[in-house]
């Protein structure tokens, strides 16, 4: 819910330009809503082996798609009508950023479902599957903690989620090594274990995308860049 963070971006004499402001970010937040239950769903299709949850999974991507279009539209006629300074450009250029991160993690959850239906139809992988179960719990919990750090303006939590990126990195690779090792022992499960690697790759770039998000909402908040710094300057930036 919002919080007192939120009223920086609720103080402008026009009301008009308030619910502007407002609505861009309720509309974001739908969307994030949206595809993060994609990704859920997309995990859970691979476990259970539903083909059909995978097949509305791909359908709705299309409905990501134009919510994309629709807030990149919006946030454009906000610039183009209110020439907004500082806090509020800030705000309203973090949203076209951030909504095509989204944008992306919807692309992810539908190459999961893609491949959750390529193994339906050749039968499930011996391995992998804890470990996607695994990767997947941490960035479905980045995302959502990303778009709750949007929603209350919180930097301090946005940085949290940079540092979760390297530990998902690290369980990606220590997850590869060992699928690359299972292949090695066993070939004829090369073509299954494949794919479930493709899965893990995608879930790694859905905690990629999160941290994206992470490092806009310090950028609003701060007003400085901190993508392609470490995070040990990310977090002199928030601290000050």
Request: aromatic content about 4%; overall charge negative; hydrophobic content about 40%.
């Amino acid at each position: 819910m919002p919080t007192k963070k939120d009223d920086v971006y609720g103080d402008h004499i026009s009301h008009k330009f308030n619910n502007e402001l407002m609505e861009l970010k309720t509309e974001f937040l739908k969307m994030g809503g949206m595809v993060e239950a994609q990704v859920e769903n997309a995990i859970q299709a691979l476990v259970d082996g539903d083909g059909h949850m995978a097949d509305e999974i791909r359908a709705n991507d299309k409905k990501v798609d134009k919510m994309e279009v629709e807030i990149d539209e919006e946030a454009t006629l906000i610039i183009a009508r209110r020439q907004p300074t500082a806090r509020d450009l800030r705000l309203v250029i973090s949203v076209i950023k951030m909504v095509a991160d989204l944008e992306r993690v919807g692309d992810e959850a539908k190459k999961i479902a893609k491949l959750a239906i390529k193994l339906q139809e050749e039968g499930q992988a011996p391995r992998g599957y804890v470990e996607v179960r695994h990767i997947g719990t941490h960035v479905l919990s980045m995302l959502h903690d990303a778009l709750d750090a949007f929603a209350r303006l919180d930097s301090e939590q946005a940085l949290r989620i940079m540092k979760e990126d390297k530990r998902v990195d690290e369980e990606y690779q220590a997850a590869a090594r060992t699928l690359l090792t299972f292949m090695m022992e066993d070939t004829r499960n090369i073509s299954r274990c494949m794919s479930v690697m493709w899965v893990l790759r995608a879930l790694e770039r859905v905690g990629d995308h999160a941290c994206n998000i992470a490092e806009n909402v310090i950028f609003m908040v701060k007003g400085e860049d901190v993508r392609h710094t470490p995070v040990e300057e990310a977090e002199k930036v928030v601290g000050r």
